[in-house]
């Protein structure tokens, strides 16, 4: 590890950071946003007014909700064309003028339509959140070290669930979460923005997109060196040569070839397998969800155990950068993706008997947080940077993309689909996503290869077996 190697991946991951505010931000002023003057709920005289207003209220909170979402999908897309076309750096540069524009509509949204300003500043926000997940994930992985890459790509993770714990605190009623304070609440990750902004000022350009990208050896050479220090960067430029032959050889490749060739068919149902299992293993309806399980379980405040689920969310997110690179990519997902499946079980028998055994409610809340837990050791961080190893550079960029859409896509359908099913489902919910893990768990165990130390071109070898 060097400073500028340090520097380079905290400023790219800041990117994630705000993806993660902007999942957690959005629950705690739905109250004050309900409540404030100014906004949709017009003073009924009679309960038929007051329940139109209350209606048309909830449709535009679901929306801003959702749209964040919507964003994301659109711009997911262009990914690819954008890092190759400005350069990984310059591309996140550029792409930061989004979520800084975002935050001032949602920061500004007393002055206007809150409706339509919050909205419009959700989808802008998604729009940046949609690209970032993307171009993050791509630096990050080429400019680390073979040896460090896992570690510092569980890292995006634990961007996220940071943010999420921070909008969580942030959102308290005495904080910011109230009626006075909560657009500024919205608007708050602005600030990431600017930093990151900077800061990507300082960030030398990926050495890998130098090289095999515009074939500028030496600019690739100086930022080796400026990333790894007085190592000698020879080793890892040969690796980019044999890359580069095998990139020539290959060209660049469209999101259509990626489904057509056969060459590249099974690394693509893992990369998308992946992703659809990190957004249906349950974890965002366990975040929906457990507020209301703990009020179940008697818990006079349920939002500071929320609070506390973020906590450990964050922990044990720290943990699996250390575990990764120990214990390897798959078993670490495989091991993730088991106990979930028991978790969810297990909280399923909880809640079914919550009625007939008052301890019962004890063991659904041990539930959530070992849930939290296994999902922190794989299903959480491995899908965002495992899709950049699966792949050499010629596909590399329309996989991401078609990954990101998949991902942002599941997030959507979860976000609209959830309450839905609960509401039908009741206490057996979680029977769902235990099938779910489990078809996760048997793909993951036929299909998914470990690409814990190998280069690219081992782990297409793995594919081509």
Known sequence: ?????????????????????????????????????????????????LATSLHILTMYWSLSVSVFAVGGMVSSFTVGWIGDRLGRVKAMLVVNVLSIAGNLLMGLAKFGPSHMLIIAG??????????????????????????????LGTLHQLAIVTGILISQVLGLDFLLGNDEMWPLLLGLSGVAALLQFFLLLLCPESPRYLYIKLGKVEEAKKSLKRLRGNCDPMKEIAEMEKEKQEAASEKKVSIRQLFTSSKYRQAVIVALMVQISQQFSGINAIFYYSTNIFERAGIDQPVYATIGVGVVNTVFTVISVFLVEKAGRRSLFLAGLMGMLISAVAMTVGLVLLSQFAWMSYVSMVAIFLFVIFF??????????????????????????????????????VGMCFQYIADLCGSYVFVIFAALLLLFFLFAYFKVPETKGKSFEEIAAVFRR
């Open 122 to 151: 959700r989808a802008v926000t998604g729009l940046y959140c949609g690209l970032s997940s993307g171009l993050v994930p791509m630096y990050v992985s080429e400019v680390s070290p073979t040896a460090l890459r896992g570690a």
């Open 376 to 413: 922190e050791v794989g299903p959480g961080p491995i899908p965002w940077f495992i899709v950049a190893e699966l792949f050499s550079q010629g596909p590399r960029p329309a996989a991401i993309a078609i990954a990101g859409f998949c991902n942002w896509a599941c997030n959507f359908i």
């Open 1 to 49: 590890l060097t400073g500028t190697l340090i520097l380079s991946v905290f400023t790219a991951v800041l990117g994630f950071f705000q993806y993660g505010y902007s999942l957690g931000v959005i629950n705690a002023p739905q109250k004050p946003w309900g409540s404030t003057e100014g906004t949709l709920a017009p003073p009924g005289n009679t309960g038929e007014d």
